[in-house]
């Protein structure tokens, strides 16, 4: 009887060492599983952060990659952002001359531009957006690679924002903090036809901040835009 009840205490032992290896396996198995998914889970999104960056990089290269070639007797088309209206010389004569009223567009030879552009004040003009290219290929053309955009879809979209601080930023963008006198006496004026014409009907607070900015009061600038208009008849 001994025997019997110690073969039984024996085979309870190692069952219950069965069971609990059995336990260690499957727990072992579920970790491994575990460990699995979160690895296929973290290349998944590394995956789809590796094709972000690349459609990033793709788009942004897509302006400066893209190649123009013009012939020198080609034509490319210029604009005038300059309320008063904008002209230049060519000092050597071969390209005679530009006056440009403002919106005014007029069609320019790829050469005349080329002689145009050895005055860095008139290069300027474009990059500063106080003039423009109408064709965007046209700025790769003459290696301008940054240029401000002073449309006037732009301004309203800027001056039109209900947030003050939001707009006073945009101001220090596009004059570069108030340093580029031109485009400070460019904006002033444009702003002022628009008040004119009610394209900007802001509320108090909103043009005093903007009044403020440019240390003027736009009825100046009105006036003086409707004496010049009286003058022209």
């Known amino acids: ?52 960056l690349i459609k990033e990089k793709s788009e942004a290269s897509v302006p400066s990659s893209k190649i123009v070639v013009r012939n020198e007797e080609d034509e490319v088309i210029i604009g005038c952002r300059v309320l008063q209206g904008i ?36 290069k300027k003009l474009f990059e500063d957006g106080l003039c423009y290219f109408v064709e965007p290929e046209s700025y790769a053309l003459f290696n301008i690679r940054k240029h401000i955009d002073l449309s006037d879809e732009k301004l309203i979209e800027i001056l039109t924002n209900s947030d003050l601080n939001e707009i006073v930023r945009e101001l220090n963008r596009l004059t570069d903090n108030k340093k580029n006198s031109s485009i400070i006496n460019c904006l ?24 403020d900015y440019f240390n003027m009061e736009f009825d100046r600038g009105i006036a003086t835009l409707d004496a010049i208009d009286s003058i022209r008849g």
């Open 1 to 52: 009887m001994a025997n019997t009840k110690t073969t039984a205490k024996s085979t309870k032992k190692v069952e219950e060492v069965k069971n609990v290896e059995e336990k260690v396996i499957e727990k072992g198995e579920e970790k491994s599983i575990d460990e699995v998914s979160i690895l296929k889970q973290q290349l998944e999104e590394m995956k789809k952060a590796m094709e972000a």
């Open 87 to 122: 002209g230049w010389s060519d000092p050597t004569g071969a390209a005679g001359d530009i006056r440009l009223a403002f919106n005014e567009e007029q069609s320019v030879s790829v050469s005349d531009m080329k002689r145009f552009f050895r005055q860095h004040s008139v």
């Open 188 to 211: 002033v004026f444009r702003i002022c036809e628009m008040i004119r014409k009610h394209i900007l009907n802001w509320d108090y607070y909103t043009r005093k901040g903007v009044e």
